[in-house]
């Protein structure tokens, strides 16, 4: 059974940052793709960020683009988000999300870590 843990959520002023690790279990996790995604309030969810196996490429939204940080340590098969310079904006709930190693399909998903950037 695959398990995704998100922790290191919180509250942050403007310009601050945060790291958000995902604990993993139950696949093989080199031949997955690992990505964040976020959804704010009232807002759809979208995708932030996301580690591909398949060719080995990093993929980031616009907005995350020089300011966010995917990271992956596959021997204790965990995910990282390193976000700096954050924007009220980017207030939303994180989640951590597996997929296939062609990046074409997301399979499962975390339960979420609430990110609250204040003015």
């Known amino acids: 059974e695959v398990q995704l843990v998100e922790s290191g959520g919180g509250l942050v002023q403007a310009g601050g940052s945060l790291r958000l690790s995902c604990a993993a279990s139950g696949f093989y996790f080199d031949d997955h793709t690992l990505g964040w995604f976020r959804q704010a309030p009232g807002k759809e969810r979208e995708e932030v960020a996301s580690i591909c196996p398949s060719g080995g490429s990093i993929e980031y939204a616009d907005f995350a683009k020089g300011r966010f940080t995917i990271s992956s340590d596959n021997v204790n098969n965990t995910v990282y988000l390193t976000m700096n310079s954050l924007k009220p904006e980017d207030t939303a709930v994180y989640y951590c999300?597996?997929?296939?190693?062609?990046?074409?399909?997301?399979?499962?998903w975390g339960h979420g870590t609430q990110v609250t950037v204040s003015s």
């Open positions: 999300v597996v997929g296939d190693y062609f990046c074409s399909t997301w399979s499962s």
